[in-house]
T-cell receptor, first 110, second 116 residues
Framework: QKEVEQDPGPLSVPEGAIVSLNCTYS??????FMWYRQYSRKGPELLMY????GNKEDGRFTAQVDKSSKYISLFIRDSQPSDSATYLC??????????FGAGTILRVKS | DVKVTQSSRYLVKRTGEKVFLECVQD?????MFWYRQDPGLGLRLIYF???????EKGDIPEGYSVSREKKERFSLILESASTNQTSMYLC???????????????FGPGTRLLVL
């Protein structure tokens, strides 16, 4: 079983929809949770960073961490065609290396 | 802005060739990483380095080696390329955050390597 599970998609939604992207994990020692966005033929770039449980909002993006359920989510409100990309969740223990999910391909249709 | 550059965007090599992938970062970061990215498998860590001349094996080091002679430069070497090393290779760097936690990783654009 992988440490981090992420549905690869693709997920296709109409413009303006609310998107929910999710990851589950098995290592209860993970404390730092991140979402990266990767456009085609580019390297990943950090989108959201959360320490421990709770919510974090940045514009149209909200990251949510539920450590009791070992589940993290990224919500995108009012999705745009420019949001079309692969979204990678990543997490780590204190002082350890990042573990990535496989990535979810998102397609927002205009 | 942090900038991580990789020497090539696309490479085509033959089986058995020695391949060098170069990565340079301009933000004086201590930590540098090499990943490969394959569909359905996500990013897998090959090697990383916490300091000049230091290296640590990641999850899939077999068939690879690395070199870090200068702080800003981290090289990945495929000693004898094989077809199963066809992949997207990504370099990343990060500075130790407060308390020593490895935080944001900044990625280069990637090198698509095809081994024939």
């Amino acid at each position: 079983q992988k440490e981090v599970e992420q549905d690869p998609g693709p997920l296709s939604v109409p413009e303006g929809a609310i998107v929910s992207l999710n990851c589950t994990y098995s290592n209860s020692a993970f404390q730092y949770f991140m979402w990266y966005r990767q456009y085609s033929r580019k390297g990943p770039e950090l989108l959201m960073y959360t320490y421990s449980s709770g919510n974090k909002e940045d514009g149209r993006f909200t990251a949510q961490v539920d450590k009791s359920s070992k589940y993290i989510s990224l919500f995108i409100r009012d999705s745009q065609p420019s949001d079309s990309a692969t979204y990678l969740c990543a997490m780590m223990e204190y002082g350890n290396k990042l573990v990535f999910g496989a990535g979810t391909i998102l397609r927002v249709k205009s | 802005d942090v900038k991580v550059t990789q020497s090539s965007r696309y490479l085509v090599k033959r089986t058995g060739e020695k391949v060098f992938l170069e990565c340079v970062q301009d933000m004086d970061h201590e930590n540098m990483f090499w990943y490969r990215q394959d569909p359905g498998l996500g990013l897998r860590l090959i090697y990383f380095s916490y300091d000049v001349k230091m290296k640590e094996k990641g999850d899939i080091p077999e068939g690879y080696s690395v070199s870090r002679e200068k702080k800003e430069r981290f090289s990945l070497i495929l000693e004898s390329a094989s077809t199963n090393q066809t992949s997207m290779y990504l370099c990343a760097s990060t500075q130790l955050g407060a308390g020593g936690a490895q935080e944001t990783q900044y990625f280069g654009p990637g090198t698509r390597l095809l081994v024939l």
